[in-house]
């Protein structure tokens, strides 16, 4: 079988308030949603379940809340799931109250701290907690250092590479061996991708790969963000196909639905091709701005759309 057709190990994101379930589960505080949630996931082949009940846009949840629900969920989700859970915060505050309350000895893995980023308070704290836990690591390298001590969106598969490094070699340090870290080098939304944020994404992946300093490591992106802004019966066959591309560039993880997005499709299934046409696109030409390629590519977006 072709390394695209090959379906990534999957960390369910279902329980995050994006999703009407889990914002449903989360306002009544509903210990029962959430074992639905994970156990659905679970009998689906997720390898890992995503635990994210920060705010959205639409819902305002404060720290104080997360904290006092802490004691309640974890032990009630591993009641229903062997699987080893991802912890999704930026407070170090929350890691350390789910931990306490999290039973490695119901767990079939490594419980996941996610995420480490050049933003992030507190980072010595937080790799020091995934150390002491014996927790693998997500790294976001879609962001970067500058060389005046501060910080930037990543614009650059070197960018990428050397936020991955950057992390990495503080993790080891501490005894986290590369296969313990997932790297998410950022994936944008299609839609509103006009600076060539997707092949700067498949780029990265390729150049992960190649880096012998980083070898053995996990790549996992945010699979649904791919779509968002696609008439609605493109979104799933558009993710499918992003994550053929993904796979064969190298991508192992994805942080996915796994009710409709983790099954790549075929190599060279017709949305795979006009995917990589639409993609092709968005590749500046000699002496040409990223944007007029980026303008390029949404337009041929649009003929797929009405293809």
């Known amino acids: 079988m072709n390394q695209a057709d090959t379906p990534p190990s999957v960390i369910g994101e279902l329980m995050n308030n994006s999703y009407a379930r889990a914002r449903k589960a989360w306002k009544a505080r509903n210990l029962e949603g959430y074992q639905m949630l994970a156990r659905r996931q679970t009998e689906l082949g997720a390898s890992f379940l995503t635990f994210n009940i920060d705010g959205t846009q639409a819902l305002s949840v404060t720290l104080e809340e997360m904290l006092a629900f802490l004691p309640h969920v974890i032990p009630a989700i591993q009641e229903v799931t062997p ?36 933003t992030r308070a507190d980072v010595p704290a937080m790799i020091e907690l995934a150390a002491d836990n014996d927790m693998d690591v997500i790294i976001m390298a879609s962001e970067c250092l500058t060389t005046n001590g501060g910080h930037r969106a990543a614009e650059t598969v070197e960018d990428i590479v050397k936020a991955a490094m950057y992390f990495a070699g503080l993790l080891a340090a501490t005894g986290i061996a590369n296969d313990r870290i997932i790297v998410d080098p950022g ?59 993904a796979l064969e560039a190298g991508l192992d993880y994805a942080l996915a639905n796994p009710e409709k997005n983790t099954q790549p499709l075929p190599s060279d299934d017709a949305m795979v091709n006009a995917l990589r046409d639409v993609l092709a696109e968005g590749r500046p030409q000699l002496d040409e701005e990223r944007e007029e390629a980026g303008y390029r590519q949404l337009d041929a977006l649009m003929e797929l759309y009405a293809s």
């Open 83 to 118: 699987l080893p859970i991802s912890f999704d915060n930026p407070d170090i505050a929350f890691h350390r109250e789910a931990l306490t309350h999290f039973d490695r000895s119901r767990c079939r893995g490594r419980p996941i701290l996610n995420s480490l980023s050049v």
């Open 187 to 245: 994936l944008c939304p299609i839609a509103s991708d006009t600076r060539g944020g997707v092949n700067l994404c498949l780029d990265a992946i390729r150049a992960l790969r190649a880096t012998p300093e980083l070898e053995d490591i996990h790549i996992s992106v945010g699979l649904s963000n791919f779509s968002i802004g696609a008439p609605g019966e493109f979104r799933i066959p558009l993710e499918r196909a992003f994550l053929s591309l």
